[in-house]
């Protein structure tokens, strides 16, 4: 369910919602991010903080709504949105780059806690990014991923680009595009 502007807010979905990011998910997103990505490729605390102080829209939060995880974050997507239609290094550091009205939505991580990985989670919040980026008029989606993931990310109608030109975290990823 989107707010009218192709934005997830609140929808429920059997003990779980999707929500975008607030100031005070930052710690919570860290961790997960920590938990999800080497050293070199994680975002640290710092760079969360500021994409979730510019873009908050452009995190999309599953949580869990109920039992002894109740208000946890268990998986998150995020990007940005921009008119530049390769993702490129720079940007995942910039938040300055985002432009609300922006053509692509790009996806920086698409994260699940360790614990609750294999339930469905990252797929679930991926049809929702989609759903949104097209209710809001976009391009499509463009995301960088290792070659293990290629084949997740097909699934969704992303297309492999070949290797990016991204040297993020000093490994090679794939670029991928869902063009609409």
């Given amino acids: 369910m989107g707010d009218g502007n192709g934005n997830a807010i609140g929808v429920?979905?059997?003990?779980?919602?999707?929500?975008?990011?607030?100031?005070?998910?930052?710690?919570?997103?860290?961790?997960?991010?920590?938990?999800?990505?080497?050293?070199?490729?994680?975002?640290?605390?710092?760079?969360?903080?500021?994409?979730?102080?510019?873009?908050?829209?452009?995190?999309?939060?599953?949580?869990?709504?109920?039992?002894?995880?109740?208000?946890?974050?268990?998986?998150?997507?995020?990007?940005?949105?921009?008119?530049?239609?390769?993702?490129?290094?720079d940007m995942y550091d910039d938040p300055s780059g985002?432009?609300?009205?922006?053509?692509?939505?790009?996806i920086f991580g698409v994260d699940t806690a360790p614990e609750y990985r294999r339930r469905g989670y990252a797929s679930l919040l991926m049809r929702r990014v989609i759903a949104d980026a097209r209710a809001a008029g976009r391009k499509g989606l463009v995301l960088t991923c290792k070659d293990r993931l290629v084949g997740f990310y097909a699934r969704f109608g992303y297309v492999d680009e070949g290797i990016s030109g991204s040297t993020h975290g000093g490994v090679v990823w794939h670029q991928m595009r869902l063009t609409f």
């Fill in 12 to 89: 429920e979905l059997s003990g779980l919602t999707i929500r975008h990011a607030t100031a005070s998910d930052v710690d919570a997103i860290a961790a997960i991010e920590s938990a999800c990505f080497p050293p070199a490729e994680a975002a640290d605390r710092e760079t969360i903080r500021e994409r979730v102080a510019v873009y908050p829209e452009c995190f999309w939060l599953l949580c869990c709504d109920n039992g002894r995880d109740a208000g946890r974050i268990i998986a998150f997507i995020n990007g940005f949105a921009t008119d530049r239609p390769d993702l490129t290094d």
């Fill in 98 to 106: 985002h432009n609300p009205k922006g053509a692509w939505q790009m």
